[in-house]
């Protein structure tokens, strides 16, 4: 039998009917290890090569064929957004059939949850909130509503991996397959993944089950690719159009496109900017914002502009339009400086060119003139350099960055821990160690961790002992359980204060050690002390330039991106996609490559009592670099303070005499039996995620030692210098 003559009749029907000629190689090979295996499947294709169809199109023939019970396939997705896109879409391909579709996020009706309470059958799209929300509140319900589930669809799952939300959704699973005692198939989707058998190890997390991952020859798409740079002026009159805003204009100017800003305010600001020149212009407004602060209906009424056919719209967005969401015919992607790793500059990239034409992405990197005498790490355009390393660590090797699961994600230790407690409403310290424990995502965390940490829970009145001796819900427990925003894992933004004396300057995500500097609010600022409780930063203003490279709560930039930015500026090589002044920028900094020697020196000074490092690292060996000097370096070098741009260069300040020292001293450190947990001070329990303020202090240094620093990534690349 053909693939297609064992699908369902309707689908055959609505085949015929949308004019398919034929069913993609990869919905082929999906519908094969649906419908002839019973393993896990992992559907690893680029956007828009039918992923979704993949999935849905087996799954509902066999929902069809063999009717469930109860819910039969959940779908779950990364943000309401896309919920709803597939909701729509779904609902069209099974209006002939007998298979009702439900979606359950914050922003669905009760009315409409209450039916499918009523009624539980088909497919239930949710998010993992809404997910955890049923657990703890529908725990009588669950057999009723999951009896009889067949499939679980994980949409975007490198959005996941390697988070706490990702191993929230495995507990989720594995609580739901405990409560049902049936082992439901998983599905992933996924069009960025480098290594698929660290996706397949996630995928089958906590099941028996194997994962089938079909080899899909993709083919080879055509990519327009151009890179542009620019010097933004120092001082520029409110009312001035710059060359940079102008030259976005024109790109975006009548056509369909997405600009990607790294953070919010990119997005705010270059919305503005092109609103204002349209206005001078005389023409329409067609400018939206779209981001996670956005109102969900003016974030709708942005994804309803770039859907209406054969109308001009421009969107800029953060994260929340890089997943697939279907916008319509999209001419263009701007890309504002470097997307933060390959990955995500492939799913921005993929987000145009859908309808056979080549994908057309433009990078635009702004920077403001570095003075003649600005010291050597600000003469360097970091921005222009990440995005030809990403662009060229694709083009050259197909490379992604691969996604390192969490050993110990004791934030969500602690939801999951009173997750299962909420929902039981009382359970023998046993029977609930034996539950959280049993929970692959914690398979690292050992019986006397938790012990520890239900000791610690009961001292803080989180949880308390109940006469009968099981454990319920202390009074402290309940004010956090009780708020919906406990169902997420990831953090409301709770960000360090830095204030000046009593004055309060600003806020950032991540408080640098002490003697450390950093760029705030136009200025820089050294820091004198951090009160972790009070989530506090207390600094004294000095002299130099504020960083525009400072950026607080950026993702991890992985090791090879920065080698590769080192080769780039050491290297010859032309780029045809560099634009004119993309090419001027390039060869002057390779001039100043030169000069410095960069293709030979890792540190060099830079004044009388200046040292720079440039250490061409990823975000958490530069980390453990930066700990190692503060922690070993400072008396022995008499350094008098740090200045860093996490993962570019560390400008210290020492005495002169000590400059030559440097670099022996950290390769000597390098090769001594030094220890991560050597470079956390006596009293220092980093708090990293949501809930580790309710974490033992020894279990957090643990998990920071082994989560966010790498020491033997920093030998491995300091052994090259």
């Known amino acids: 039998m053909t693939t297609f003559s064992r699908l369902a009749p309707f689908i055959q029907e609505y085949i015929y009917n949308h004019n398919w000629t034929e069913l993609r190689p990869v919905q082929i090979a999906a519908c094969e290890v649906i419908f002839d295996t019973d393993a896990h499947l992992l559907v690893a294709a680029g956007t828009a090569a039918g992923k979704t169809e993949a999935a849905f199109l087996p799954v509902v023939t066999q929902l069809y064929e063999n009717p469930p019970q109860t819910i039969g396939a959940l779908y779950i997705g990364p943000i309401k957004a896309l919920i709803n896109d597939q909701f729509e879409r779904l609902n069209y391909l099974l209006k002939e059939a007998d298979i009702p579709v439900w979606h359950w996020h914050g922003d669905v009706s009760q009315s409409r949850k209450k039916q499918l309470l009523k009624k539980p059958q088909g497919i239930l799209?949710?998010?993992?909130?809404?997910?955890?929300?049923?657990?703890?509140?529908?725990?009588?319900?669950?057999?009723?509503?999951?009896?009889?589930?067949?499939?679980?669809?994980?949409d975007e799952i490198h959005a996941f991996m390697g988070s706490e939300r990702g191993c929230q959704i495995l507990c989720?699973?594995?609580?739901?397959?405990?409560?049902?005692?049936?082992?439901?198939?998983?599905?992933?989707?996924?069009?960025?993944?480098?290594?698929?058998?660290l996706a397949e190890e996630w995928l089958s997390s906590?099941?028996?089950?194997?994962?089938?991952?079909?080899?899909?020859?993709?083919?080879?798409?055509?990519?327009?690719?151009?890179?542009?740079?620019?010097?933004?002026?120092?001082?520029?009159?409110?009312?001035?159009?710059?060359?940079?805003?102008?030259?976005?204009?024109?790109?975006?100017?009548?056509?369909?496109?997405?600009?990607?800003?790294?953070?919010?305010?990119?997005?705010?600001?270059?919305?503005?900017?092109?609103r204002k020149i349209a206005k001078t212009s005389s023409l329409?407004?067609?400018?939206?914002?779209?981001?996670?602060?956005?109102?969900?209906?003016?974030?709708?009424?942005?994804?309803?502009?770039?859907?209406?056919?054969?109308?001009?719209?421009?969107?800029?967005?953060?994260?929340?339009?890089?997943?697939?969401?279907?916008?319509?015919?999209?001419?263009?992607?701007?890309?504002?400086?470097?997307?933060?790793?390959?990955?995500s500059f492939l799913q921005r990239l993929g987000r145009t060119g859908r309808r056979g034409e080549a994908a057309d992405m433009r990078f635009v990197c702004a920077e403001k003139e570095p003075l003649l005498e600005a010291p050597l790490p600000e003469q360097i355009p970091w921005q222009l350099l990440q995005s030809i390393a990403i662009i060229q660590l694709y083009?050259?090797?197909?490379?992604?960055?691969?996604?390192?699961?969490?050993?110990?994600?004791?934030?969500?230790?602690?939801?999951?821990?009173?997750?299962?407690?909420?929902?039981?409403?009382?359970?023998?310290?046993?029977?609930l160690a034996k539950q959280v424990l049993s929970l692959s995502s914690f398979a690292n965390i050992t019986r006397e961790e938790f012990r520890l940490l239900l000791r610690y829970l009961i001292d803080i009145n989180h949880i308390q002992k109940a006469e009968t001796g099981k454990l319920i819900l202390g009074l402290a427990g309940e004010k956090i359980v009780s708020k919906f925003k406990f169902y997420a894992v990831f953090p409301e933004t709770v960000e360090y204060i830095v204030k000046q004396g009593t004055t309060e300057i600003g806020s950032i995500m991540m408080p640098p050690p002490v003697g450390n500097q950093f760029a705030l609010a136009g200025k820089t600022w050294e820091v004198t002390e951090v009160d972790f409780r009070k989530k506090t930063i207390l600094?004294?203003?000095?002299?130099?330039?504020?960083?525009?490279?400072?950026?607080?709560?950026?993702?991890?930039?992985?090791?090879?991106?920065?080698?590769?930015?080192?080769?780039?500026?050491?290297?010859?090589?032309?780029?045809?996609?560099?634009?004119?002044?993309?090419?001027?920028r390039l060869e002057d900094a390779r001039k100043i490559a030169r000069d410095y020697q960069l293709n030979q020196q890792y540190i060099l000074p830079i004044g009388k009592d200046k040292s720079c490092i440039l250490p061409w690292m990823g975000t958490v060996a530069f980390r453990t670099l930066e700990r190692l000097i503060n922690s070993f370096c400072r008396e022995?070098?008499?350094?008098?303070?740090?200045?860093?741009?996490?993962?570019?260069?560390?400008?210290?300040?020492?005495?002169?005499?000590?400059?030559?020292?440097?670099?022996p001293e950290i390769i000597s450190l390098c090769e001594?039996?030094?220890?991560?947990?050597?470079?956390?001070?006596?009293?220092?329990?980093?708090?990293?995620?949501?809930?580790?303020?309710?974490?033992?202090?020894?279990?957090?240094?643990?998990?920071f030692i082994y989560d966010y620093l790498d020491l033997g990534e920093l030998r491995q690349i300091t052994s090259g210098w």
């Open 206 to 274: 906590g099941t028996n089950q194997s994962v089938i991952t079909p080899k899909i020859d993709g083919g080879k798409r055509a990519i327009k690719l151009a890179l542009e740079h620019f010097f933004i002026p120092e001082e520029l009159d409110i009312s001035d159009i710059n060359d940079y805003e102008q030259y976005i204009f024109h790109l975006s100017k009548s056509r369909k496109c997405l600009i990607f800003g790294n953070n919010k305010t990119q997005t705010e600001t270059i919305i503005s900017s092109l």
């Open 539 to 584: 600094v004294k203003q000095v002299e130099g330039n504020a960083s525009i490279f400072w950026r607080g709560g950026s993702g991890n930039i992985h090791s090879k991106v920065l080698q590769r930015m080192r080769q780039i500026l050491i290297e010859d090589m032309e780029y045809p996609y560099l634009q004119k002044n993309a090419v001027k």
């Open 125 to 154: 799209q949710i998010t993992p909130e809404s997910l955890e929300s049923l657990l703890i509140n529908k725990h009588q319900e669950l057999m009723g509503l999951f009896g009889d589930l067949r499939f679980v669809i994980i």
């Open 172 to 197: 989720q699973l594995q609580r739901l397959a405990n409560i049902t005692k049936v082992q439901h198939r998983r599905i992933g989707l996924s069009a960025t993944l480098g290594d698929y058998s």
């Open 672 to 703: 001594q039996r030094i220890t991560a947990d050597d470079l956390l001070s006596d009293a220092e329990a980093p708090e990293m995620q949501k809930y580790d303020r309710f974490i033992p202090h020894p279990m957090l240094r643990k998990a």
């Open 395 to 431: 083009l050259e090797e197909r490379w992604i960055e691969p996604i390192q699961p969490l050993k110990y994600p004791l934030s969500l230790l602690y939801h999951q821990t009173m997750s299962i407690l909420a929902a039981t409403e009382s359970i023998s310290p046993a029977a």
């Open 636 to 663: 022995t070098l008499e350094i008098k303070n740090i200045r860093s741009v996490n993962p570019y260069y560390l400008i210290i300040k020492l005495n002169k005499n000590k400059l030559k020292h440097i670099y």
């Open 284 to 343: 329409p407004d067609i400018y939206h914002v779209h981001h996670g602060s956005i109102s969900a209906s003016l974030r709708q009424a942005a994804e309803d502009a770039m859907r209406q056919p054969n109308q001009p719209a421009v969107t800029a967005a953060t994260l929340t339009l890089e997943v697939g969401v279907d916008i319509g015919h999209l001419e263009r992607v701007i890309q504002l400086e470097s997307p933060p790793s390959v990955a």
